[in-house]
Protein backbone atom coordinates (compact mmCIF):
# COMPACT_ATOMS: atom_id res chain seq x y z
CA UNK A 1 0.00 0.00 0.00
CA UNK A 2 1.23 3.85 -0.21
CA UNK A 3 0.74 6.45 1.69
CA UNK A 4 1.37 10.22 1.74
CA UNK A 5 3.39 12.31 4.93
CA UNK A 6 3.08 15.95 4.44
CA UNK A 7 4.67 17.94 6.80
CA UNK A 8 3.44 21.40 7.87
CA UNK A 9 -0.39 21.74 7.54
CA UNK A 10 0.40 25.81 7.46
CA UNK A 11 3.12 27.55 6.13
CA UNK A 12 3.40 31.26 5.81
CA UNK A 13 6.27 33.03 3.81
CA UNK A 14 7.02 36.61 2.77
CA UNK A 15 5.93 37.39 -1.22
CA UNK A 16 9.54 36.92 -3.04
CA UNK A 17 10.58 34.26 -0.70
CA UNK A 18 11.35 30.77 -1.52
CA UNK A 19 8.38 28.30 -0.75
CA UNK A 20 8.72 24.65 0.43
CA UNK A 21 6.65 22.76 1.07
CA UNK A 22 7.36 18.59 1.80
CA UNK A 23 5.54 15.81 0.80
CA UNK A 24 6.95 12.28 2.37
CA UNK A 25 5.94 8.71 0.84
CA UNK A 26 5.69 5.39 1.79
CA UNK A 27 5.37 2.65 -1.38
CA UNK A 28 6.47 -0.73 -1.92
CA UNK A 29 6.95 -0.21 -5.65
CA UNK A 30 8.29 2.42 -7.86
CA UNK A 31 5.66 5.18 -7.20
CA UNK A 32 4.14 8.02 -9.33
CA UNK A 33 3.91 11.20 -7.12
CA UNK A 34 1.50 14.10 -7.65
CA UNK A 35 1.41 17.73 -6.64
CA UNK A 36 -1.83 19.34 -6.91
CA UNK A 37 -3.41 22.86 -6.14
CA UNK A 38 -6.89 24.11 -4.65
CA UNK A 39 -7.98 27.31 -4.94
CA UNK A 40 -10.87 28.18 -2.34
CA UNK A 41 -14.03 26.57 -3.49
CA UNK A 42 -12.28 24.92 -6.51
CA UNK A 43 -11.21 21.43 -7.56
CA UNK A 44 -7.79 20.25 -7.60
CA UNK A 45 -5.81 21.26 -10.42
CA UNK A 46 -2.48 19.35 -11.26
CA UNK A 47 1.06 21.14 -11.00
CA UNK A 48 2.77 18.86 -11.64
CA UNK A 49 3.44 14.82 -11.66
CA UNK A 50 6.89 12.49 -11.54
CA UNK A 51 6.90 9.16 -13.21
CA UNK A 52 10.58 8.42 -13.76
CA UNK A 53 11.54 9.77 -16.31
CA UNK A 54 13.02 12.65 -14.43
CA UNK A 55 13.97 12.94 -11.22
CA UNK A 56 13.30 17.12 -10.93
CA UNK A 57 10.26 17.64 -12.12
CA UNK A 58 8.47 21.44 -13.78
CA UNK A 59 5.31 22.15 -13.38
CA UNK A 60 2.91 24.95 -14.18
CA UNK A 61 3.17 28.49 -12.01
CA UNK A 62 6.87 28.25 -11.81
CA UNK A 63 6.82 25.41 -9.33
CA UNK A 64 9.03 22.44 -9.13
CA UNK A 65 9.84 19.19 -7.36
CA UNK A 66 12.49 16.66 -6.99
CA UNK A 67 12.27 12.69 -6.26
CA UNK A 68 14.55 11.49 -3.60
CA UNK A 69 14.21 7.89 -3.54
CA UNK A 70 16.99 7.76 -0.70
CA UNK A 71 14.79 10.43 1.46
CA UNK A 72 11.55 8.95 0.29
CA UNK A 73 10.61 12.90 -0.24
CA UNK A 74 9.17 14.66 -3.32
CA UNK A 75 8.97 18.48 -1.63
CA UNK A 76 7.94 20.73 -3.69
CA UNK A 77 9.44 24.47 -4.32
CA UNK A 78 9.44 27.80 -5.98
CA UNK A 79 12.16 30.43 -6.06
CA UNK A 80 9.86 33.66 -5.07
CA UNK A 81 6.07 33.58 -3.92
CA UNK A 82 3.48 35.55 -5.50
CA UNK A 83 -0.14 36.18 -3.60
CA UNK A 84 -1.35 34.03 -5.89
CA UNK A 85 0.33 31.45 -4.79
CA UNK A 86 -1.97 31.07 -1.83
CA UNK A 87 -3.86 28.19 -1.80
CA UNK A 88 -3.88 24.69 -0.07
CA UNK A 89 -1.46 22.13 -1.38
CA UNK A 90 -1.78 17.98 -1.75
CA UNK A 91 0.62 15.52 -2.48
CA UNK A 92 -0.78 12.15 -3.78
CA UNK A 93 0.98 9.11 -4.63
CA UNK A 94 0.12 5.82 -6.58
CA UNK A 95 1.29 3.13 -8.11
CA UNK A 96 0.29 0.71 -10.71
CA UNK A 97 -0.22 -2.18 -8.71
CA UNK A 98 -2.65 -0.66 -6.78
CA UNK A 99 -4.80 0.38 -9.87
CA UNK A 100 -3.76 4.23 -10.25
CA UNK A 101 -5.43 4.81 -7.24
CA UNK A 102 -4.20 8.22 -5.46
CA UNK A 103 -3.55 8.01 -1.64
CA UNK A 104 -3.40 11.94 -0.88
CA UNK A 105 -1.77 13.52 2.39
CA UNK A 106 -3.66 16.04 4.27
CA UNK A 107 -2.36 19.03 2.76
CA UNK A 108 -0.47 22.28 3.32
CA UNK A 109 -1.66 25.39 3.43
CA UNK A 110 0.02 28.06 2.01
CA UNK A 111 0.01 31.44 2.85
CA UNK A 112 1.84 34.56 1.01
CA UNK A 113 2.09 37.69 3.27
CA UNK A 114 2.93 40.76 1.46
CA UNK B 1 -11.37 20.30 -24.08
CA UNK B 2 -14.27 20.40 -21.69
CA UNK B 3 -13.71 19.60 -18.12
CA UNK B 4 -14.93 17.51 -15.80
CA UNK B 5 -18.52 18.90 -14.75
CA UNK B 6 -20.63 18.94 -11.45
CA UNK B 7 -24.10 19.85 -9.92
CA UNK B 8 -25.52 21.19 -8.21
CA UNK B 9 -21.93 23.24 -5.95
CA UNK B 10 -24.07 24.00 -3.19
CA UNK B 11 -26.34 21.75 -1.31
CA UNK B 12 -28.22 22.21 2.49
CA UNK B 13 -29.86 19.81 3.49
CA UNK B 14 -31.64 18.51 6.94
CA UNK B 15 -30.51 15.21 8.47
CA UNK B 16 -31.80 11.97 7.09
CA UNK B 17 -32.78 13.85 3.96
CA UNK B 18 -31.55 12.41 0.69
CA UNK B 19 -29.68 14.27 -1.49
CA UNK B 20 -27.55 12.88 -5.20
CA UNK B 21 -24.75 14.53 -6.79
CA UNK B 22 -23.93 14.49 -10.99
CA UNK B 23 -20.91 14.39 -12.69
CA UNK B 24 -19.73 14.53 -16.14
CA UNK B 25 -16.46 13.31 -16.55
CA UNK B 26 -13.86 14.44 -19.36
CA UNK B 27 -15.02 12.97 -22.67
CA UNK B 28 -12.90 9.88 -23.89
CA UNK B 29 -12.11 9.45 -19.73
CA UNK B 30 -12.99 5.63 -19.05
CA UNK B 31 -12.06 5.94 -15.27
CA UNK B 32 -14.13 8.00 -13.42
CA UNK B 33 -13.54 8.25 -9.06
CA UNK B 34 -15.77 9.89 -6.52
CA UNK B 35 -14.16 11.51 -3.14
CA UNK B 36 -15.30 12.88 -0.11
CA UNK B 37 -12.72 15.55 1.12
CA UNK B 38 -13.61 16.91 4.68
CA UNK B 39 -12.69 19.86 6.04
CA UNK B 40 -9.17 20.14 6.49
CA UNK B 41 -8.55 16.57 5.05
CA UNK B 42 -7.40 15.41 2.13
CA UNK B 43 -9.71 13.72 -0.62
CA UNK B 44 -10.56 10.32 0.43
CA UNK B 45 -12.12 7.76 -2.07
CA UNK B 46 -15.16 6.89 -1.96
CA UNK B 47 -15.59 4.86 -5.39
CA UNK B 48 -14.20 3.75 -8.76
CA UNK B 49 -15.63 2.83 -11.91
CA UNK B 50 -13.96 1.78 -15.07
CA UNK B 51 -16.50 2.06 -17.57
CA UNK B 52 -19.69 1.19 -15.96
CA UNK B 53 -18.26 -1.64 -14.13
CA UNK B 54 -16.80 -0.40 -10.17
CA UNK B 55 -13.13 -1.56 -9.48
CA UNK B 56 -13.13 -0.04 -5.69
CA UNK B 57 -15.51 1.03 -3.69
CA UNK B 58 -14.48 -0.64 -0.19
CA UNK B 59 -14.81 2.78 1.71
CA UNK B 60 -18.13 3.63 0.24
CA UNK B 61 -20.35 3.94 3.15
CA UNK B 62 -22.62 1.16 1.45
CA UNK B 63 -25.67 1.61 4.27
CA UNK B 64 -26.37 5.02 2.99
CA UNK B 65 -23.88 5.77 -0.13
CA UNK B 66 -24.97 4.56 -3.38
CA UNK B 67 -23.24 5.46 -6.88
CA UNK B 68 -23.93 4.13 -10.35
CA UNK B 69 -22.52 5.39 -13.87
CA UNK B 70 -25.08 3.09 -16.39
CA UNK B 71 -24.07 4.10 -19.37
CA UNK B 72 -20.36 4.61 -18.39
CA UNK B 73 -20.30 8.19 -18.70
CA UNK B 74 -21.70 10.12 -16.49
CA UNK B 75 -22.30 9.37 -12.64
CA UNK B 76 -24.52 10.00 -10.04
CA UNK B 77 -23.81 9.80 -6.05
CA UNK B 78 -26.26 9.73 -3.46
CA UNK B 79 -26.83 9.71 0.46
CA UNK B 80 -30.16 8.54 2.03
CA UNK B 81 -30.20 9.48 4.62
CA UNK B 82 -27.47 12.19 5.29
CA UNK B 83 -25.89 12.71 8.32
CA UNK B 84 -24.30 15.30 10.21
CA UNK B 85 -20.79 14.05 9.52
CA UNK B 86 -21.62 14.00 5.82
CA UNK B 87 -20.96 17.00 5.80
CA UNK B 88 -17.65 17.32 3.10
CA UNK B 89 -17.04 18.65 -0.42
CA UNK B 90 -17.72 15.82 -2.88
CA UNK B 91 -15.19 15.45 -6.19
CA UNK B 92 -15.76 13.79 -9.01
CA UNK B 93 -12.17 12.74 -10.85
CA UNK B 94 -11.71 11.16 -14.65
CA UNK B 95 -8.90 10.02 -15.61
CA UNK B 96 -8.01 7.63 -19.20
CA UNK B 97 -5.14 5.13 -19.56
CA UNK B 98 -1.32 6.37 -19.55
CA UNK B 99 1.87 5.38 -19.55
CA UNK B 100 3.59 6.27 -16.17
CA UNK B 101 0.62 6.74 -14.08
CA UNK B 102 -2.62 8.14 -14.99
CA UNK B 103 -3.26 11.72 -14.24
CA UNK B 104 -6.96 12.25 -12.41
CA UNK B 105 -8.99 15.58 -13.31
CA UNK B 106 -11.01 17.00 -10.76
CA UNK B 107 -14.29 18.80 -11.12
CA UNK B 108 -14.78 21.89 -8.68
CA UNK B 109 -16.73 19.53 -6.40
CA UNK B 110 -20.55 19.73 -4.43
CA UNK B 111 -20.32 21.35 -1.09
CA UNK B 112 -22.72 19.52 0.75
CA UNK B 113 -23.84 20.82 4.52
CA UNK B 114 -25.76 18.43 6.65
CA UNK B 115 -28.07 20.41 9.29
Known amino acids: AQSVTQLGSHVSVSEGALVLLRCNYSSSVPPYLFWYVQYPNQGLQLLLKYTSAATLVKGINGFEAEFKKSETSFHLTKPSAHMSDAAEYFC????????????FGTGTSLTVIP | EAGVAQSPRYKIIEKRQSVAFWCNPI?????LYWYQQILGQGPKLLIQ????????DSQLPKDRFSAERLKGVDSTLKIQPAKLEDSAVYLCASSRPQQGGETQYFGPGTRLLVL
Open chain 2, 27 to 31: SGHAT
Open chain 2, 49 to 56: FQNNGVVD
Open chain 1, 92 to 103: AVSAANTGNQFY
